[in-house]
């Protein structure tokens, strides 16, 4: 069994309330998940409105498949346009 770990930091420009940061972070965890089917969530810097943390985990058997998605899930994290990247790590473990 493979698991990849990974959290993006993203840096929200022009949001000046929790309730905007909490759109914008719905809308990329929402759609993370649903196209590569993998665990997303925010998991820090809750109370910053202009910084998210989100946490990124996939399962699966192969660690090329695996670091293939998340290599995927960062590309289009970056790509939505919603706020700018300014920290990512990945991280993968053969159990």
Same mark, same amino acid.
């Given at each position: 069994m493979v698991t990849g +770990?990974?959290? !993006? *930091? !993203?840096?929200i420009d022009g949001c000046r309330s929790l309730k905007? #940061?909490? &759109? *914008? @972070?719905?809308s990329i965890t929402?759609? +993370?998940r649903n196209? /590569?089917?993998a665990s997303v969530a925010e998991v820090g810097s809750n109370d910053l409105h202009q910084r998210a943390e989100i946490g990124i &985990? +996939? @399962?699966g058997n192969d660690s090329r498949v695996i670091n293939s998605k998340m290599d #995927? !899930? /960062?590309n289009m994290a970056d790509s939505m346009g919603q706020g700018r990247i300014i920290d990512s790590s990945m991280e993968i473990f053969t159990v």
């Open positions: +770990l990974g959290i !993006i *930091v !993203i840096h905007e #940061k909490r &759109a *914008v @972070v719905r929402d759609r +993370l196209s /590569f089917n &985990a +996939l @399962v #995927k !899930i /960062f």
